[in-house]
């Protein structure tokens, strides 16, 4: 079993995680993380990312903050016949051994008041909090939903 220390190395050096603070975070991958640009103008913003749970045990993404937001809220979408309803929900689950993505047209990280505008190029520092792993620091390159990505560690 690889050690933390070298977990933490590997995905610092794909730039997509800082510092897990629990054993449990070990176990827990955070893949092609990225933000949308924020419109002149306008204060929210979406994130995206995939949290791969790698643990034996189910995890949940329960809450998220950023210093460039005053909140963050996480979201999901459906569709009601032709009308499309987006909620905050509470909680996002990962099963033991699955991954959950949140992409565009589906479950996204909402930055509602966007203190200073997300532009392409930058990243935005977020910090994810689970159930049992703890926090976890992230970097959130901000991208346009068309821009090529290579990350993904």
């Given at each position: ?38 419109p002149s103008?306008v204060d ?110």
């Open positions: 079993m690889r050690s933390l220390a070298a977990i933490v190395f590997a995905l610092a050096a794909c730039g997509q995680v800082e510092a897990p603070v629990s054993e449990h975070a070990e176990a827990l991958r955070v893949e092609n993380a990225w933000a949308a640009p924020t103008g929210v913003s979406a994130g995206y990312l995939t949290v791969v749970n790698g643990a034996s045990t189910a995890d949940a993404l329960v809450a998220v903050s950023t210093p460039r937001a005053q909140r963050v809220e996480i979201h999901e979408m459906r569709m009601d016949g032709s009308v499309m309803h987006m909620r905050a929900v509470s909680r996002l689950d990962i099963t033991a051994g699955r991954s959950v993505s949140l992409a565009p047209g589906g479950r996204h990280l909402m930055f509602i008041g966007v203190t200073q505008p997300f532009v392409e190029g930058e990243t935005i520092p977020v910090r994810l909090s689970f159930e049992r792993a703890g926090e976890i620091d992230v970097s959130l390159p901000v991208r346009s939903a068309g821009a090529t990505h290579t990350g993904g560690h």
